[in-house]
């Protein structure tokens, strides 16, 4: 009898990864093939080659969906369309009985592919209203899942449902004095988490160090600053930096009192999950199409975290806005203890293959 198996996708930042890589257990425990398709060089390759060699990752061709003018706007609708025939050409030859797509640009290729070999789809959409990608993969998807109830009315509500956020298990097991042991921190003064996402934040990064004898008088600081940011030859007591971590992360939140963080959904959703306050400072509208805002504002309306402006970041006192937030932690972290608990991996994947052929 065949092995059934079960396609996963999206890629591009590590936001577009993480579910993927909380269902994967799941679906091998069930006794599914796992395979991911994603791009030749996108961060998701390495992920699942590093989290997950039990999963047959292909790779294939996608373009770049850019809001902005470039000569490569013309040449990589032949790349996705290059990418769809690939993907045509995997799905045809696994067979799978369902596809999950988590979005990013290397997805559309997938889904397209997956309308065109009659294989059912599973979109799912992490922030406030969907993201390019996914816009253009909603079409060709069977289901659609939201993490947030608002999202439904840019959706087709047909097959569209709210389904909530997933957050990595291995987050709740996360070992404060293993953190700190491995950071070289103590408990003596608070510890401060920055993160950037997986490609990193200039703002962020250099203001926080422009700060840092300031803040290391008060707070010690273990920053995620994304690939190729780490600035050589800079130790100092109290202040470690990382590119980006994947198994020591759980640890590495465990050792943080607080966070500062841009505001992709499941960034903030896993800070919820595990009751870390927050101060938000997401990616500038001239930067993006606006999601991080979006998001950042609907999570400080609801009492669960504060916001600042890229642009206000930038030109205040990094020093006062720690300050701010710890005086804040009691608030923040009454509203957070009455959040609803998120979905399992487990639902969510027994959910995902309740749509499959």
Known sequence: M?????????????????????????????????????????IEKELIAEGHPEVVYHAIQSGKLRRYFSMKNFTDPFRVGAGTLQALAILRKVKPEIIFSKGGFVSVPVVMAAKLANVPVVVHESDVTPGLANKLALPFSSQIFTVFEQTLQYVPTAKSMCTGPIIRPELFMGDREEGLRRTGLNSEKPVFIIMGGSQGSAVLNEAVRNELPDLLKKYQIIHLCGKGNVVEGLSVAGYVQYEYVTDELPDLLAAADYA???????????LLAIHKPMLLVPLAASKSRGDQILNAKYFASKGLALQIEEEQFEVQSVTEQFDRLMKEKARLLSNIEKTTEPKTPEKMAELILSFQK
């Open 2 to 42: 065949k092995q059934p198996v079960v396609v996963l996708t999206g890629g591009g930042t590590a936001g577009h990864v993480s579910v993927n890589q909380a269902l994967i257990p799941v679906f091998l425990d069930k006794g599914y093939s796992v395979h991911y398709i994603g791009s030749h060089e996108g």
């Open 260 to 270: 500062i963080s841009r505001a992709g959904s499941n960034a903030i959703f896993e």
